[in-house]
Each structure stands twice: as C-alpha cells, then as structure tokens.
C-alpha cells in the first residue's frame, strides 16, 4: 500500500497554501485543487489517502462533490471545511458519510487528528475491499448446484428441504455443503452466510 495523500479542494488560493503547509510540516504528501471539476479530471482510482473540500465553491459545491464521489464510487474519506457552516449542512455531511465537519480557520492540531482518522478509514476500506475480492473469488469457484445448495442453507433450509427443494439426494446435499465449505473456507454456516451476505449473494 503506497504513501496516503490529502487531497485539497477549495477556491481560496491562501487557504489552500495554509492547508498545505500545516500538512507538510507534519510530513505529510499533499495536492491541491481549486475546483471539483480540476479533482475529478486528475482522479485517478490509484489515489489513496483523503480529501478536503470546501463546502461553498462556484460550480460543484462541497457537498455536491461529495455525493459525485459516491456516484463515481471514488472512496477516499471526506473532511469538509467551510466558513459558512450551519446545523443542517453538517448533518447533511456527516450523513453522506463525511469523517468531520470544520470551520474556518482551522485549528492545525484537529486538523491533523481529523486527517488522521481519514487515513484509518481509507486503510479499513481498501483493506475491505480485498478481503471482498477475495471472498468472491472463492464464490466464483462454485459450480451453480454448489450456489443454489449454499442459497438454501444460508436461508436456514435443512439438509432435507434444500434436497426436496432440488430434486437430489440427503446424501448428495451434504457432499456440496463439505465442497462449499472447502471452497469458500466457511468453518461452519454462520460464517457461509456472512461470506454470502457480504457478497450479496442473497440480493
């Protein structure tokens, strides 16, 4: 996993150098845009780290960016920063999943707490998404009866009404059930039907 980056959006040239400079100093790698459109021309899916944005920007404010990256599906951890904050907007913020919502001028030492709780959330999340990739690489392995007798069982169907249900034996059951454990590396159905339900196999 390579070196995280804050990625810096707002308007405000001095307010973008000030960022900076309190981000660097504390060794941190940081590039910055005055506008949301300038971001999303530059994203690239190999960014990682988290982003700053100014809620009140010309165009695409702060929090339309925000729900663009969630359309985008770009997941880096969002911190927004603002002069003109009320109650509503920060709800609003907080609720499309922001990690926090700070007022101008910031204070350097929460700014750094805030980014370095971002930099968590941005680790869990690729973290997740591995693990993910994993668990449906190994669903990917499954032959479609081995799927539909898996389906059954997270369902809570037992090894008789799955084989009623298909048309194939008690015995027959238990054998996909012993490959799907094998191929998923489920040790027992409770964590088959978390593997599945992280998967969305029941969707």
Not at 118 to 139: G, H, P, Q, T, W
């Amino acid at each position: 996993m390579h070196e995280p980056i804050v990625f810096i959006v707002d308007d405000d040239a001095a307010v973008r150098n000030s960022l900076m400079l309190m981000l660097e100093q504390a060794g941190m790698r940081v590039r910055s845009f005055e506008h949301a459109n300038a971001f999303l021309s530059a994203y690239h899916p190999d960014f990682f780290g988290c982003i700053i944005i100014d809620v009140k920007m010309p165009g695409i404010d702060g929090l339309r960016l925000q729900e663009e990256l969630t359309w985008r599906k770009i997941e880096l951890p969002v911190i927004f920063l603002t002069g003109h904050g009320d109650i509503p907007m920060s709800v609003r913020a907080i609720r499309g999943g922001a990690v926090d919502f700070l007022t101008k001028p910031v204070i350097r030492e929460k700014l750094l707490v805030c980014v370095h709780a971002a930099f968590a959330e941005a680790k869990k999340n690729i973290s997740d998404f591995a693990r993910n990739k994993e668990m449906v690489s190994c669903l990917m392995k499954l032959t479609d009866r081995e799927r539909e007798v898996m389906t059954l069982a997270v369902q809570g169907h037992s090894n008789k009404q799955i084989a009623c249900c298909l048309g194939i034996s008690h015995r027959t059951v238990e054998i996909h059930k012993s490959k799907i454990m094998q191929k998923t590396g489920a040790s027992n159905l409770l964590d088959l039907a978390r593997i599945a339900r992280e998967c969305d196999l029941n969707e």
